[in-house]
């Protein structure tokens, strides 16, 4: 069931929100954190859906906040995805018109779940110092996509220089597959690693955290080249008994060679927003490991 209030305020959004509860016996109470997105008209669709999926391992409380004409007069159209509809929790949909835009923080607070974490999201481009943006200073978790950026290298960097505790960006995210196989990789004895390299198509943020990351961990030079994708489509390690590669061409799956080991075939897909929000949902706390990782980049860039 959906409801759709236009021209609306927090006022009645709260009370409409008090009735469904009472009519269903609860709802929103059972609700582990609020989930907040900033996104526009043109990728909400997405954005809600991506969030939705993921509500489905993270029961939460959805608010979708979508900027309209700045030069309108001020005002909120809101719809209200009751729970269940399409995920355990409620969805809303509040589209700001006007100056209502600049202050999303004062429509956001009335309609946060009580005793919860507060996770913002901005799928889209989001903002360089997210800890000062005012919704973002109401959040325990600050989630923002660099991927989404006209130069995402760039926005990455930026980004890193003005990080807090709480932040952390999808292209990290996206990565944690690849961390994983290779961390598997010393499980089994094979000398000491000398050097490292991991290829991606141009304009891959993601793989310049891998570098980094692999550079921190192990300690060696970590070279970054290019391919034509998609996306990370090698990383090798250069070891005391051989090579230690991990090629993937399609997207999909990956072969995995380790000296003494016959080649494995390995899933390896690439991973969409709604499964690496999944995984940063799981943690409330600070990504230490990310922040170590950026902060390394950061240091090897200049």
Known sequence: MTLYLPRTTTGQITETL???????GGGAMNMVLTLVVVTDEATHFEAVQAATEAGKEHPSRI?????????????????IRRSGTSGPGETLLLR??????????????????????????????????????????????????????????????????????????????????????????????????????????????????????????????????????PGITAATLDTDCGRIALHRLDGRTATLSRPGFPDQTVSLPRRGPAEALAEELRRLDPDVTYEQAARHLDALTV
């Open 18 to 24: 008090a009735a469904e509860r009472h009519s269903i």
């Open 63 to 79: 608010v979708a906040l979508i900027r309209r004409d700045p030069d309108a007069d001020p005002a909120v159209d809101a719809e």
């Open 96 to 229: 700001l018109y006007g100056p209502l835009g600049d202050h999303a923080d004062s429509v956001v607070i009335p309609l946060l779940v009580p005793d919860s974490p507060v996770v913002v999201w901005w799928p889209g481009a989001g903002p360089l110092h997210p800890a000062e943006d005012p919704v973002g200073r109401l959040a325990h978790r600050r989630i923002t996509d660099a991927a989404s950026a006209p130069d995402p290298y760039t926005d990455l960097r930026t980004r890193i220089e003005h990080y807090r505790p709480g932040d952390t960006d999808l292209t990290w995210t996206r990565i944690t597959p690849w961390r994983s196989l290779l961390a598997s990789t010393m499980d089994q004895p094979c000398g000491w690693v000398t050097a490292a390299e991991v290829t991606a198509a141009t304009h891959q943020p993601s793989a310049d955290l891998l570098a980094s990351w692999l550079s921190l961990r192990l300690d060696v030079p970590v070279r970054r080249s290019t391919s034509t994708g």
